[in-house]
Nanobody, 127 residues
Framework: QVQLVESGGGLVQTGGSLRLSCVAS????????LGWFRQTPGQERDFVAA????????AYAPSMKGRFTISRDAAKNTVYLQMNSLKPEDTAAYYC????????????????????WGQGTQVTVSS
């Protein structure tokens, strides 16, 4: 089993920055791709960014590329999402997720590939 606990959300003004953290636990977590998704009420969960199990491969949603940076610290079993130049449309609940598969060469952007989810952390960007 994999457990994921997010933190770091909050209220920030337009143009500001936040860093989300997700602590992952479980014997196999280091072999899984970890990702961030976000969701607003009544909408589907959307892909934000993901990082492969080695930490060397990443993927971003087009609207986040250049503003958001995903990274992982293997020693701490933690994945981070640095969010800069935040906009009101970035307001959402942000979820950390881990894939069902192991040692994948592909960094998935598909929500259905992720089997484990955290409880979410709210990010609110005021205009």
């Amino acid at each position: 089993q994999v457990q994921l606990v997010e933190s770091g959300g909050g209220l920030v003004q337009t143009g500001g920055s936040l860093r989300l953290s997700c602590v992952a636990s479980g014997r196999t977590v280091t072999s899984r791709t970890l990702g961030w998704f976000r969701q607003t009420p009544g909408q589907e969960r959307d892909f934000v960014a993901a990082i492969g199990w080695t930490g060397s491969s990443t993927a971003y949603a087009p609207s986040m590329k250049g503003r958001f940076t995903i990274s992982r610290d293997a020693a701490k079993n933690t994945v981070y999402l640095q969010m800069n130049s935040l906009k009101p449309e970035d307001t959402a609940a942000y979820y950390c997720a881990a894939t069902a598969g192991f040692y994948s060469a592909r960094v998935s952007t598909q929500v259905n590939d992720y089997n484990y989810w955290g409880q979410g952390t709210q990010v609110t960007v005021s205009s």
